[in-house]
């Protein structure tokens, strides 16, 4: 019996339609939990270095985490795994909502699609009964217009839908995948499921879900929800409102934006506007968002209604959460009412928030500067916002220029030449980021930029703060109801931590208190992504009600894995590890791992080489940030070893391990 | 001597739709509490509310599971609230030939929300933090008639569905097999 889990994936092989269900083993899930974890293994073990990621070859795996459809608030994510077109790395993104815990009640963990279809489909999952269905009809429809067309077809109002639109179908490398409250952006995945010719993944569920240990598990999960209740109503003082709650940044309900669009760069990441914020812009933002806004809506089993249905005048409603709210008006130096409106043409062509809004700045960047010119963009309109709309269209459908800014600014920026490349320039990993230029450098936020491989910079901070509290008794307020923290020396780095003076930025933190620091962060998003927890709840929000000391009951109570601290970090040390192992057999090294070179004003070459010097050591990583033969064998990825020393990338280490001395055995360091 | 008044107390929750954020917590907890054993797990498939929610239209309504009927209504109601219009049945409580709703999804045997009953508040009233869903008693004078109890739900379903006579049949063989 499993619990928590159902121990069953569907593997589906697009070019011959066959689909088989696949009994897993329930030693991977000690050892890579679920979710991210075991999505990495699997990749490792069957999508090796040579496949190109419009290679039938190349996996898409949609995965429900290790306690999605658990009684656990929050918990709902589905997690994505494939090798993205833009980076060429292995990408995974996360989408909320209520596909994933569906799935577990349809009695599967993972969705596994290999191979190319040789037409539009889409797969129907309906408990026992899954098959591929013809979706010809759907070519070219809206990803939210394409779930109520197939619910309608299928006479299945509670099924639930993810697909793309027609940037996925069309092989953008930003392309998305939609699933009406939540999307799945970053990494264009939605261009290799348009490449597997896959419209849809439907799902409709009504199996169990089971516990290992029902009354402890029920415990834990009350103990959570009167702390996000008493989180509520205690806000943390002295951070701006979006980082004093708990939920995905709570975009939909906050009016005051001056933070944002004062510290955020406008147009393509260029202009930090810093009195823009005013009340008359208030109001009027204000009565935009109210006015379009019908309701706030959470995704499954989660009561903190992080998105909002939208209905902008004459075009179809759509829904939407977080940072998109703010992407376009900023990308276009326009208004709310222009960013809402775009985004409904945006979600329903399925692209990423962040890199598409970017990509048209650019774009219209280069045209300012004579390097396009007007004839590559005929018939485009005069004015600005119109020029928006005309660039989505013409991107999304691959026409004429835009078929070339499909592939994202690095790739765009390579072929169009004549130094394009300085305008692509804010990019890690060939990955757009967040539109955010500022003045001294944060060793922590370094680290993180550089050394991320989820590409995008909320999926790695959150558990301490941004910056230090003004004074000494700020900070001692903050720490005294810290529990959250992995152990007390934490509290005293942020206590040190001063605005100004010896202890502050960027010489304080100092490089291995930055390692203990980022790691932390990191665990904690990886765990996340293993168990299908929401990154709201968890890792991204300061004082979350799910940490590091009750998730490992969560898993002992909910899966039936005996589970200790100790056990976890390893576990989760061990998946992270894999997932660097499958960029590093890309050719991913510390070549890669810079933040963009405008992202802050001042920069310490030296001082950044000592902080990626250190933390690469905390990894266990060689300086070159691959993981050594030591790290590899300590986390019984032996086989991981292995290849590396046959490929060359690693050369044997003198004080490596023995072999056969697999974590499993008991034998963890 | 005037009959002594008896009463009985009325539970009521109170359901706020503009509050339903769809995030289905209730139904989620309702399936785990009726699990048995209890918690052991849960489908909200097997919940005695359910969500009627289609986001686009801004519709969200929780609806409770009421009484079974054996067959549906000739008239059915559809209601047209603040210019939104709901499907024909939307608000009836019923376990209903005529709709999916509220059957064990493997028996298709009736569901009916039993308040919780024995927990200081219904549990979907304890996971709906934002208030969509709130809960009152109060006692009012009233003459005590006979619920009848699941089991006799249960088998007129049944008997509605196959016939008295295969279920005497059948009840016949699977206490034989019990015995063998
Ligand atoms: S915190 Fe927000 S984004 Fe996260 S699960 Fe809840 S509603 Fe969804
Ligand atoms: S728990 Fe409350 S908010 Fe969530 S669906 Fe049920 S009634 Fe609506
Ligand atoms: S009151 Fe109890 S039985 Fe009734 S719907 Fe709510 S949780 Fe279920």
């Known amino acids: 019996m499993r619990y928590a889990e159902t121990g069953y994936n569907l593997e589906v092989d697009l070019s011959r339609g066959n689909i088989e269900r696949v009994e897993t083993d329930p030693r991977d899930t000690e050892l890579y939990l679920g979710g991210l974890g075991t999505s990495a293994k699997i990749i490792w073990e069957r999508v090796p270095p040579e496949v190109e990621p419009f290679s039938p070859d190349n996996l898409l795996i949609f995965a429900a985490g290790l306690l999605c459809g658990t009684p656990a608030t929050g918990c709902n994510r589905t997690i994505v795994t494939t090798i993205s077109p833009q980076t060429e790395l292995m990408a995974f993104s996360m989408m909320g909502g209520f596909l994933a815990p569906e799935l577990k009640y349809a009695g599967y963990d993972k969705v596994i699609f290999r191979g190319k279809s040789p037409d539009l489909v889409y797969l129907w999952i309906h408990n ?44 953008v490398f930003f392309a998305s995948i939609e699933q009406g409250r939540s999307s799945a952006s970053r990494g264009g995945i939605g ?63 906050v009016h005051d934006e001056k933070w944002h669009t004062e510290n955020f760069s406008w147009g393509n990441s260029r202009t930090r506007r810093k009195d823009f914020w005013n009340e008359d812009i208030a109001r009027e933002w204000t009565e935009t968002m109210e006015s379009m806004r019908t309701r706030l809506i959470s995704c499954y089993n989660c009561p903190m209604t992080c998105g909002a249905t939208i209905s902008p005048p004459g075009m179809p409603t759509y829904m939407m959460k977080c940072f998109s709210k703010l992407t376009y008006t900023m990308a276009a130096m326009s208004d709310l009412e222009f960013g809402l409106g775009i985004a409904q043409s945006a979600t329903e062509y399925g692209v990423d928030g962040f890199s598409a809004p970017q990509v ?36 999304v459908h691959r026409e004429g220029i835009g078929d070339i800014l499909a592939n994202g600014t690095y790739w765009a920026a390579k072929q169009i030449g ?210 050594t033969e030591t790290t590899l064998r300590e986390f019984g990825l032996d086989y991981v070893a292995d290849d590396f020393l046959a490929r060359g990338i690693l050369t044997k280490d003198a004080d490596a391990p023995p072999k056969d001395d697999a974590p499993e055995k008991g034998k963890e360091a | 001597m005037p009959e ?147 089991i006799d739900v249960g088998i007129e379903a049944l008997a509605d569905k196959y016939g008295m006579d295969k279920i005497m049949d059948a009840v016949a063989r699977m206490s034989q097999q019990k015995k063998d």
């Open chain 1, 128 to 171: 026992d009964k899954v098959e591929l269905r013809d979706a010809t009809h759907l070519r070219g429809k809206g990803a939210i217009e394409t779930a109520a067309l197939i619910q309608q077809e299928l006479k299945e109002p509670k099924a639930q839908v993810a697909a793309i639109g027609a940037a996925g179908e069309n092989r």
């Open chain 1, 191 to 253: 261009a290799v499921m348009g490449d597997k010719n896959l419209k849809a993944i439907v799902v409709r569920g009504t199996k169990d879900v089971s516990i290992a240990k029902p009354m402890e598990f029920m415990e834990l999960c009350n103990e959570v929800l009167e702390y996000i209740k008493y989180r509520n109503d205690h806000p943390i003082p002295g951070v701006m409102p979006i980082l004093a709650g708990l939920g995905s940044p709570q975009e939909m309900k």
């Open chain 1, 360 to 395: 048209m700045a650019f774009a219209l960047e280069l045209l300012e500067n004579g390097i396009l010119t007007d004839e590559d963009f005929p018939g485009m309109p005069e004015d600005n916002e119109g020029r928006f709309y005309w660039l989505l269209e013409h991107i």
């Open chain 2, 4 to 150: 002594e008044k008896k009463t009985k107390t009325v539970k009521t929750i109170k359901v706020d739709v503009d509050k339903c954020n769809g995030c289905r917590a209730c139904e989620m907890i309702c399936s785990a509490y009726h699990a048995a054993p209890k918690y052991s797990g849960n489908n909200p498939e097997r919940s005695r509310v359910r969500v009627i929610r289609e986001p686009l239209r801004d519709v969200y309504v929780p609806v409770y599971a009421g009484e079974y009927t054996p067959a549906e209504c000739l008239g059915r109601d559809k209601y047209i609230i603040d210019g939104k219009e709901y499907d024909e049945c939307a608000f009836c409580r019923a376990s209903c030939p005529s709709r999916d709703l509220f059957k064990e999804p493997d028996s298709g045997l009736p569901l009916k929300c039993d308040m919780c009953e024995g927990e200081d508040e219904p549990l979907c009233v304890k996971w709906c933090i934002v208030d969509a869903l709130t809960y009152e008693e109060r006692e009012e004078e009233a003459e005590e008639d006979e619920k009848p109890e699941d």
């Open chain 1, 418 to 627: 004549k130094g394009a490349e300085e305008y692509a320039h804010n990019n890690i990993k060939k990955h757009e980021q967040l539109p955010l230029k500022l003045s001294m450098l944060n060793p922590i936020y370094f680290i993180m930029y550089a050394t991320g491989e989820k590409i995008n910079i909320t999926q790695i901070e959150g558990q301490f703060p941004q910056a230090p509290f003004p004074k000494r008794e700020h900070r001692e307020a903050f720490v005294k109801d810290w529990f959250q923290v992995p152990d007390e020396k934490f509290k005293q780095y942020f206590l040190d931590w001063e605005p100004r003076g010896d202890n502050s930025i960027p010489y304080y933190p100092t490089p291995p208190m930055v390692a203990d620091i980022v790691d932390w962060q990191e665990r904690m998003h990886y765990i996340d992504d293993a168990l299908g927890m929401c990154a709201g709840l968890s890792s991204f929000p300061l004082k979350p009600p799910y940490h590091l000391h009750n998730y490992p009951k969560f898993i002992s109570a909910g899966a039936g894995v005996d589970m200790d601290e100790e056990k976890l970090t390893q576990a989760i040390r061990r998946y992270r590890t894999l997932v660097r192992a499958n960029n590093t057999r890309r050719g991913m090294s510390r070549k890669d791992e810079k933040p963009p070179k405008d992202h802050w004003k001042k920069r310490f070459p030296e001082l950044e080489k000592e902080l990626l010097d250190t933390y690469y050591a905390f990894k266990g990583w060689n300086e070159d940030g691959i993981p």
